[in-house]
């Protein structure tokens, strides 16, 4: 994208067409400025995977026009993909007191914390970005000190919502700013980039302090260890959980790492009260009467290595999850996860606990605003143009047809995918340019360097297996002097197979023979035959095609 | 199991603990009789495996004494083990007419139609069976002629429901067999086996009429093509589509292998009614106005090969979804299957259908009785012992507490795991003997051939891939003659990872070096060197672990 000037663009280069690695930005001439720089949990297409994160190849390219990058809250699909980004690109990056706390853990583990330039920001802040000012508004969501952000630009104002509810009673009394959401819509929007999640959701999104209402009369019920589980970011959750506890006089056991070190983060910079002496460690825990104890872990998408999986199954050395002990999911399973947090519902009511779980308990809220609050957004904004983010294609759709039902023209609103460029000038817009995104996968030490060949091929030995076909020839008449030998892993296995692998040999065997005298430039031709030969034979023997990787050795 | 004259005997080999494979069993004496033999889909832990079916070796090991296998209805669950049970032990097989029709696509696709023994059953007959006499009831589903089963034996009268719902206004009126069930009841119960797919779900599930009635709504609002995917086997469901694409005067258009076989045995078998010159094939429908057109197709579940995932991405040549044209899903995704069916959905939005879609759009209802029918059957029952069937650990819990909540006794419950066997005697009834049960892993044409160690190398292989270390040696001194040669695939790739094979093939070599010398009957300890060495030099420049085979040739 070359620079132009007068006019105002905006991207996306995660976050659209999926959930997770939020990334948007927003240039004007020679300033661009990012809001969030999420990751997201690779899906089981993307084998061996650890994290995906956006591609920002574009950025790299225009690195000397980066000015900023803002970030609304501190979830991992908006912070995920710091620790990456600043690594090739430093840049400022602005965010209230916790979502700050919550990155420098990341930066910590990655050895970035002294390099990286942090600014605290809160909902009063102004930053100067070049041709831009950002300001900024509070919204409620499942994470304390969220910020949406205003941009001034010299073509207009444009609002990006970040994740927000309409939480009327929240915990803490983190309201969201209602009436400067009024005032920044009646001075005029020219486009509103707001989030998707619940799109497809009908009506208003519960008000947190719902769940402390259940979550008080569960405690208040149980006779023995109480565990609860929930997203450690969700600070009004654990705040919910602490009062209940005490309120029954019970002490207080966290259990997972996360979890730890948000409880540490938000006590110290006071978002979150725990009565002196409420904490405990497992020992001490263990030597109280079970009414006695409650205990606050992570794993509530039911992720293997986590709190929760492993109580499920007693591999908590330290703390057990008993019979007649009430165990708490205070979350609801992320698509894709369902199949996990069920194993770990079985595994608990085998132990003998008493699960509170699924959708009818009210030991959860949804954090995202449903679709009345969206058209509240919307009609508060009043914005000329719309950007529906945050969001699969489905919910942006639905997002879209919301608008419409507000009186919004099909022509005002822009479904984007990850790379399209919007463009506006003179109150006009146009998308017709796109940049380059997309998903860097993060395997190990490695960024960006597992592509579709190797997915293809982690995929292929996934299903089948690989059979290995060596041979070594004399290199001056192609004589065969060793093998051709066969050796398999994951495809099959044990003495039943040694007369198949017998006859896949002799299958090879053959297929060489055939080719025999064959010059060293034809190595392709003999890999092909022997791929060839030993594929069809061992397709019509077990209806399986492992990959075969033919190795010949010239002596 | 050893012959005990005198007990009765329950044990499932699959179905309980889980979600399909069902397939239970009652011996008196020297008499066993099997109630279905069903299969279930591998979830993604099931590296490359095509299906999963019961492991038998208890009935060979007995197979003289195995009398019958009565099958309750046509679902996969129920009857895709069938094929492969049939292969090892060919016992007469009792169902219905529509579940035998079912039975024999699957046996005709194994070649295996002519030496099966189906014998045709109603909800009328009674089959003696050794010292037992088998008789029925009807109950509805979501697949036409459903049966539970009475046996009659020494010890007392054991029912097994098979799948159920309490349907009081079902289509094509096949009204579940009350009066028989109280007769039955009333008549002494010694144990009920009752499915539990639904008991966690609190209520009533909601008749099938109901979906008519919304099929009917979107059928007259509609403007272009209506595209409806369900399961190919409810019957019913297909039927009110059938009725609502009449009413609307449309013709109707089957996509899916599946959904083709059904239709064909339904209407021959009288379960189907389709009005003369309605089924049409997709040219003669691309020549009517879309207004004109319906189509029934497979895919419900987001299967990648099945139609509607092939119509989402345009990949069905022969007939499109288009702008404007309307999409039903009417089905629920079953547990794991949400994603895939999410992505369906966003790429028909792409392709500007308008979807329906999701739990609140009233196109699909369960096939299986929520918490109040299953009390109710209990009611009707009032067996003296209960034994949940037919879910995951979860669904057998909550069964148990429905029946807890009726007034039984918990030591009337069992909660039994697949092998697991209760013994009936003398009104008395103990659970303390195992039998061999598991899972048969189908990987093409190998039935229980992929094992723990396939499984284990291709989840090692899916994650980081292979390195194949080759070196030929001199078989007389050691000496290396060529290589060591590192090939990789699934690891690394392309012209970055160059130097990293480089170094690892130095390692390789100062590794062998070191070994220089050592006998073939070393072979173990040179391989343990490469792969300790290449390993650990792999994991700290890259953390990642690929498979490291060190293949050594002797020349």
């Not at 061996?48 to 980066?66: A, C, M």
């Not at 990341?106 to 000012?133: C, F, P, Y």
Request: charged share 20%; aromatic share 6%; with cysteine.
């Amino acid at each position: 994208m070359s620079t132009q000037n007068g006019t105002l663009s905006i991207f996306a280069l995660g976050g659209v067409y999926e959930i997770g690695k939020n990334m948007y930005g927003i240039q004007y001439g020679d300033d661009i400025v990012l809001i969030d720089c999420g990751s997201k949990f690779p899906d089981e297409s993307f084998l061996g995977i650890d994290l995906i994160i956006p591609d920002i190849t574009y950025l790299l390219e225009n690195r000397d026009k980066v000015r900023a990058l803002i970030v609304t809250h501190g979830h991992e699909d908006h912070i995920g993909g710091i620790p990456y980004f600043l690594k090739q690109l430093n840049v400022p990056v602005y965010g209230t007191r916790l979502t700050l706390g919550l990155i420098e853990i990341k930066l910590k583990e990655h050895g970035l914390l002294q390099q990286a330039e942090l600014v605290q920001i809160d909902r009063n802040s102004r930053i100067a970005l070049g041709a831009m000012t950002a300001s900024f508004f509070q919204t409620n969501h499942s994470i304390p000190d969220c910020l949406g952000v205003v941009f001034d630009t010299p073509e207009g104002k444009v609002v990006h919502t970040g994740d927000f509810k309409f939480d009327l009673t929240p915990v803490h009394k983190q309201t969201p700013d209602l009436h400067k959401m009024a005032a920044i819509g009646q001075s005029g929007v020219l486009v509103l980039l707001s989030e998707s999640t619940n799109a497809e959701r009908p009506g208003f999104t519960p008000s947190e302090k719902l769940v402390g209402d259940h979550l008080r009369e569960a405690f208040a019920r149980a006779k023995r260890k109480i565990f609860v589980s929930t997203f450690a970011s969700n600070v009004y959750r654990l705040q919910q959980v602490i009062d209940a506890a005490h309120l029954n006089n019970r002490v207080l056991v966290l259990l997972g790492r996360s979890m730890v070190n948000v409880v540490r983060i938000a006590q110290e910079q006071g978002y979150l009260h725990i009565p002196e002496g409420m904490l405990v460690d497992t020992e001490e825990a263990n030597e109280l009467p079970p009414e006695r104890v409650a205990i606050l872990c992570t794993g509530s998408q039911g992720e293997p290595m986590a709190a929760l999986a492993r109580l499920s199954t007693g591999g908590f050395r330290s703390i057990k999850v008993e019979a007649g002990d009430t165990v708490i999911l205070s979350a609801s399973p992320i698509p894709g996860n369902e199949r996990n947090v069920a194993r770990i519902v079985d595994n608990l009511f085998i132990l003998g606990a008493h699960v509170i779980y699924g959708s009818g308990t009210g030991m959860h809220v949804s954090g995202h605003g449903s679709q009345e609050e969206l058209k509240l957004m919307l009609t508060l904004m009043k914005p000329k143009f719309f950007i529906p983010i945050h969001g699969e294609y489905r919910m942006l759709h639905q997002h879209r047809l919301l608008a419409e039902q507000l009186g919004m023209e099909p022509d005002a609103i822009f479904l984007i995918n990850n790379g399209d460029v919007v463009d506006f000038k003179d109150g006009a817009a146009v998308q017709e340019r796109t940049i380059q995104a997309g998903n860097t996968l993060v395997d190990g030490f490695g960024i960006g360097d597992v592509g579709t060949v190797i997915l293809r091929d982690r995929k292929h030995l996934s299903e089948d297996g690989i059979l290995v076909v060596v041979v070594t020839r004399d290199k001056t008449d192609g004589k065969i002097i060793s093998g051709p030998d066969l050796i398999s892993r994951g495809f099959v296995y044990g003495p039943d197979s040694e007369g198949l692998i017998d006859e896949a040999t002799q299958i090879a065997a053959a297929a060489l023979e055939g080719l025999q005298g064959e010059r060293i430039t034809q190595w392709n031709r003999l890999k092909q035959a022997l791929r060839e030969s030993i594929g069809r034979f061992l397709y019509a023997k077990t209806k399986r095609r492992p990959m075969i990787l033919p190795i010949i050795m010239e002596v």
